[in-house]
């Protein structure tokens, strides 16, 4: 790690505690394709999953382990001996690993989680961390629920961990109680108590029950922690974790009262916000701080008028910044492939031959269709075809009949492994008609837990962008697709989440840490 007392590392744990957010699952290709987005941007630690989770999970943490070559590579582990060993055993071919091992030490925890008295608790955390870095030069521990955890237990909790062998103190706000006075007072106690503190790096990762994550965070900063847990788009379970994209661009905007530095390319934010809400299914709200639709984007005629002045008046950073690049290439139904292919390097795409072929087909589907075709067009539609483009079930067409006079009919064609199958149904309106059609195809028992559609850009011809959760046997999914047919884009986002359904591996995690 830098000598640099004013660098901020940043942590990100979009791929473990971003994925415990319900519906959020990613398979082994996705979580490979963010991590080597999170590298591209220069994240310092990428905590890749959870090994003893599942197979799903070691296998992902495994790979990115052997794949990842400038980010340190993280595995989460409890504090057993077959925890550890598991994360071990997934990391151990990463250039820079990292274990992070935890336990709860709040009375609440202790008392009704565990159910272990603090002399045992204390006990464990010595023991656990010298047997992770016995395998491991790279150690981080966690105080689950340490926001809550009394002062002098926590010290002293702190104090054996790093002499046991943590090179990284992580406080986590594990439920998002915590104030940012409160919080960085929290940071400055064990700054000036814990006397061997200086041989850690102290860390935080914050929730955001309170949407107070990111402010607690940069408190803790200032108070000085020097390592932000956090995820792209704030992803998350509950309220989520303190947003990846808002300290970092805190932090930059902000030199005069946060003299910090990080080692994030923030010219990758956008690309990285859209990836994670493409994969995941969750769409970022419009007026999201920094990646929102709405971000930089001035109605107000005073506003206007004084942007027209100087951008300075309204605008305290600029899109490209955080790679929101202003177009300087029209796109339409004569542009080509060349043209076709320039506008996705400019957009920060690199895209293999067949891949591009299906992205170019799209492209002209949807220009055939659209007087323009905006850059948000171009971004949903190539990762609509990315992320679809290993899944067992393929769109292929569809025909509805709908209309106050009924009946609502479907006629859906899909690719059913590698076979094209043909089907129709009726429903109550045309997406239930739909969604029974590819019931009738895939008989399945997941309920439709949410139904969501939005427009990617304005206009009567903008492209829907629709998300889907469904739902069975206690696991959820979420699913995207888009088109400038609703009813088309309803179809693809239910069944990228069938997909997801049906490739979702067992999951019998343990508790996992919910900082």
């Known amino acids: 790690m830098s000598a640099n007392k004013n660098r901020v590392y940043i942590f990100d744990t979009t791929m473990r505690d971003g994925e415990q957010s319900p519906g959020a699952s990613m398979n082994l290709e996705e979580k490979l394709r963010i991590a080597a987005v999170l590298e591209e941007m220069g994240v310092d630690i990428i905590e890749a999953g959870f090994p003893i989770a599942s197979q799903g999970d070691f296998d992902a943490v495994k790979a990115i382990a052997g794949t990842v070559t400038e980010s340190t590579v993280a595995g989460l582990a409890r504090a057993g001996r077959k925890d550890i060993d598991r994360a071990w055993e997934a990391l151990k071919g990463a250039r820079r690993a990292r274990i992070h091992t935890f336990l709860s030490t709040s009375p609440l925890h202790m008392k009704y989680k565990l159910q272990m008295e603090p002399e045992a608790v204390h006990q464990a955390i010595i023991d656990s961390v010298a047997y992770a ?3 491991c030069d790279d150690v981080e521990w966690s105080p689950e629920d340490g926001s809550r955890t009394e002062h002098d237990f926590l010290c002293r909790c702190v104090e054996s961990a790093i002499k046991s062998g943590a090179r990284t103190i992580n406080i986590p706000d594990t439920v998002g109680y915590a104030v ?23 860390s935080v990762h914050c929730h955001n029950d309170l949407g107070l994550a990111v402010a607690n965070s940069l408190a803790a900063v200032g108070a000085g922690a020097r390592q932000v847990e956090c995820t792209i788009n704030g992803l998350g379970e509950r ?11 805190a932090l930059r905007t902000r030199p005069d009262k946060m003299p910090y530095t990080c080692g994030i390319r923030t010219e990758h934010i956008t690309k990285a916000s859209h990836l994670v809400s493409t994969i995941t299914g969750f769409p970022v709200q419009p007026n999201k701080a920094i990646v929102g639709a709405n971000a930089f984007a001035h109605e107000s005629g005073i506003h206007q008028d004084g942007m027209l002045k100087h951008a300075g008046t309204y605008e305290i950073m600029t899109p490209e910044s955080v790679g929101l690049n202003r177009s300087t290439l029209v796109m339409g139904k004569h542009s080509g492939r060349h043209a076709f292919k320039a506008k996705l390097k400019e957009l920060g795409f690199q895209l293999g031959d067949n891949a591009l072929e299906d992205a170019f087909k799209r492209f002209k589907d949807v220009a055939d269709r659209k007087k323009n075709v905006y850059d948000d067009d171009i971004v949903a539609l190539v990762e609509d075809e990315v992320v679809r483009s290993h899944e067992r079930l393929r769109f292929v067409a569809l025909q509805v009949v709908c209309g106050s006079r009924g009946p609502q009919m ?3 064609e899909l690719e059913v492994d590698g076979t094209l199958h043909n089907v129709q149904a009726r429903g109550d309106g045309p997406v239930d008609a739909t969604f029974n059609a590819i019931k009738k195809l895939v008989p399945h028992q997941a309920v439709l837990a949410l139904y969501q559609v939005h427009a990617v850009t304005e206009g009567t011809d903008a492209q829907a962008m629709v998300t889907v959760r469904l739902v069975e046997n ?5 699913g995207q697709g888009s088109d400038t047919d609703t009813l088309v884009a309803s179809a693809r986002a239910y069944i990228h989440a069938l997909n997801k359904l049906l490739t979702k591996r067992e999951r019998t995690a343990p508790a996992a840490l919910s900082a």
């Open 133 to 135: 870095r016995n395998l």
């Open 180 to 202: 940012p006075e409160e919080f960085a007072a929290l940071i400055q106690m064990l700054m000036n108590r814990v006397p061997n503190i200086d041989k850690a790096i102290v």
């Open 239 to 249: 309220a989520g974790n303190a947003a990846l994209e808002e300290v970092v661009m």
């Open 410 to 412: 479907a006629d859906l």
């Open 474 to 478: 206690g696991k959820s999914v979420n």
